[in-house]
C-alpha cells in the first residue's frame, strides 16, 4: 500500500510557479500511476495530472496544459508538480493519489485512485 504525502504548498502572486512535492512511502511506489487532484472552497476535487508508472505517459486538464508539469523520481519515491504561470483560478488544495492501474483512458476520475495523501494549499493572489 503506497501512502502519499504532500509537501510545497504556499502563497504565491499570480505569474508565479510553484513545485509540489509528493513522497510516497511502500515498495510498489515505482509500478503505481500517480495522479494529482485539487478542491476549491465550495467545489467537488477534480483531476488536474497524471503519470505513468515508468514516467513516460502523463495527462493532464485542459486548463493547466502548457502551464504545469507532472513528473516522477521512482528512486526517490517521488511525484513532483511543477505549477507555472499560476492564476487565482489555481487556488486550490492539491492532493496526490496513487493507484495500481494503468494509465490508460487517462485515470481522471477520483473512483480510480487507491490511496490519497492529506493535501496542500495552494493560495494565488492576483
Known amino acids: 500500500q503506497v501512502q502519499p504525502v504532500e509537501s510545497g504548498g504556499g502563497l504565491v502572486q499570480a505569474g508565479g510557479s510553484l513545485r509540489l512535492s509528493c513522497a510516497a512511502s511502500g515498495r510498489t511506489f515505482s509500478s503505481c500511476t500517480m495522479g494529482w487532484f485539487r478542491q476549491a472552497p465550495g467545489k467537488e476535487r477534480e483531476f488536474v495530472a497524471a503519470i505513468s508508472s515508468g514516467g513516460a505517459r502523463t495527462y493532464y486538464r485542459d486548463s493547466v496544459k502548457g502551464r504545469f508539469t507532472i513528473s516522477r523520481d521512482n528512486a526517490k519515491n517521488t511525484v513532483y508538480l511543477q505549477m507555472n504561470s499560476l492564476k487565482p483560478e489555481d487556488t486550490a488544495v492539491y492532493y496526490c493519489?496513487?493507484?495500481?492501474?494503468?494509465?490508460?483512458?487517462?485515470?481522471?476520475?477520483?473512483?480510480?485512485?487507491?490511496?490519497w495523501g492529506q493535501g496542500t494549499q495552494v493560495t494565488v493572489s492576483s
Open positions: 493519489a496513487a493507484t495500481k492501474a494503468s494509465l490508460f483512458g487517462g485515470r481522471t476520475s477520483i473512483a480510480d485512485y487507491d490511496s
